[in-house]
Nanobody, 121 residues
Framework: QVQLMESGGGLVQAGGSLRLSCAAS????????MGWYRQAPGKQRELVAS???????NYADSFKGRSIISRDNTKNTVYLQMNSLKPEDTAVYYC???????????????WGQGTQVTVSS
């Protein structure tokens, strides 16, 4: 059993910053790609940023230049530093990770429960 636990969401004024964290726990042999997605009311879930276990990163265009995704492999944790937040960034942010639970198993995608980010104008 694997769990992803997010933290760091909340209410912030436009122009402010938040740092999200997501820690994986449980039966973990290895963690591959990790990432953050978001879903606003009435919209589809979309990628915010992702990072490979080697540290290569990928960002949605709307987050390039104002967000940094990072990970601490010793803590099985991924972070998302978001700056210059806008009201349109308001959404539930979900952590995602591809995790192998055994040496012979395949990476399986796990999701966190989501953390609310609200940006006021």
């Amino acid at each position: 059993q694997v769990q992803l636990m997010e933290s760091g969401g909340g209410l912030v004024q436009a122009g402010g910053s938040l740092r999200l964290s997501c820690a994986a726990s449980g039966i973990i042999f290895s963690i591959h790609d990790m990432g953050w997605y978001r879903q606003a009311p009435g919209k589809q879930r979309e990628l915010v940023a992702s990072i490979t276990n080697g540290g290569n990163t990928n960002y949605a265009d709307s987050f390039k230049g104002r967000s940094i995704i990072s990970r601490d492999n010793t803590k099985n944790t991924v972070y998302l530093q978001m700056n210059s937040l806008k009201p349109e960034d308001t959404a539930v942010y979900y952590c995602n990770a591809f995790i192998r639970s055994s040496r012979t198993g395949y990476p399986y995608p796990y999701w966190g429960q989501g953390t609310q980010v609200t940006v006021s104008s």
